[in-house]
């Protein structure tokens, strides 16, 4: 499951000097019966937020010692009932901070400046004559952001938006030290921000936290942007939202489903920028990610407890 080919000094070939490895050969996830069978033998295994581990499939699994999260939210795996057979669970944290961060603001000038939608007008033959209203975005400079969520990647998202001479406020389950912003109560952000960006984890409370009653306190000509987790988000509220024009715009990178079918409705709003979860998808940051899963897996098999460990 990790990027990159068996090479010398990659994180492969690292991992194939302590291990016998089980290398799942599509791009498309074991069903949860092929998972069962391929880990009932293992040691170690990658997993990706593609992969659900629960008590049903490690059932069986008696061998297994570590299980690696290629990615830094972990709300596939089952941790308590991880921790409950004595398995590892780790992540990749600290490496996806800037690439995320830096996809945050491409959906962000994405959504504002109707990139999206005026590509589509050329490959389309509907770029006509030039036209003072056509195509009007909105302008981001001294605009105010909000950002829910001010860990790591919210807090490089703040970073950038210092550029564009922006007022930035943030809510948080705690006030945080030289945050680039300015504390807020999420009402107070969400009727002030000309753009709300999601950064907060993917956990049974935040489960759909933005809903109507969110999208309606934000500006009509606001704009939603989303590099967390889908289940944030109400996705039938979300589009409400969307048609109704309770918001502006939105720009987001994580749906659910994933991946969305054909016909899904958020594809057929021109308001709407869409990219396929590629939040962390650069070379540099996955091969990061890659040796990060490496050590956490030759950590273990060496009797050690590995590094970015989430069951402590």
């Known amino acids: 499951m990790l990027p990159g080919e068996l090479s010398p000094g990659s994180p492969l070939d690292r991992l194939a000097k302590v291990a016998q490895l089980d290398i799942w050969p599509s791009h498309v996830p074991p069903t949860p019966l092929e998972l069962k069978a391929r880990i009932e033998t293992a040691d170690g295994v990658i997993t990706t937020i593609a992969e659900q581990i629960n008590p049903d499939v490690l059932e069986g699994a008696s061998r297994l010692k570590i299980v690696s999260q290629l990615g830094v939210g972990f709300d596939n795996i089952d941790v308590l009932a991880c921790s409950a057979r004595g398995i590892f669970v780790t992540n990749t944290p600290d490496v996806v901070t800037d690439a995320t961060a830096d996809l945050t603001w491409s959906l962000l000038l994405s959504s504002a400046r109707k990139l999206f939608e005026a590509n589509a007008a050329i490959r389309e033959s509907k770029w006509g004559a030039w036209h003072p209203s056509w195509m009007l975005g909105s302008s981001v400079a001294d605009k105010t952001l909000g950002i829910i969520g001010p860990g790591k990647i919210g807090t490089a998202v703040a970073e950038r938006a210092a550029g564009f001479r922006m007022n930035v406020l943030y809510h948080g389950t705690n006030e945080k030290k030289n945050f680039p912003g300015q504390p807020a109560s999420l009402n107070s952000l969400l009727e002030q921000s000309d753009f709300v960006s999601m950064h907060i984890p993917l956990i049974e409370s935040t489960q759909h936290y933005c809903d109507s009653d969110f999208f309606s306190k934000m500006k009509e000509s606001a704009i939603f942007i989303n590099t967390g987790r889908g289940g944030l988000v109400n996705q039938p509220d979300l589009i409400s939202a969307l048609k109704n024009q309770t918001i502006a715009g939105a720009g987001i ?25 590629i939040g962390s998808a650069t070379l540099e940051t996955r091969l990061a990610m890659s040796n990060l899963v490496a050590d956490s897996i030759i950590a273990t098999i060496e009797g050690n407890t590995p590094p970015n460990l989430v069951n402590p």
């Open 253 to 277: 990178d994580v749906m659910s489903p994933e991946p969305l079918p054909a016909n899904h409705p958020l594809l057929e709003l021109a308001n709407c920028t869409i990219t396929p979860h």
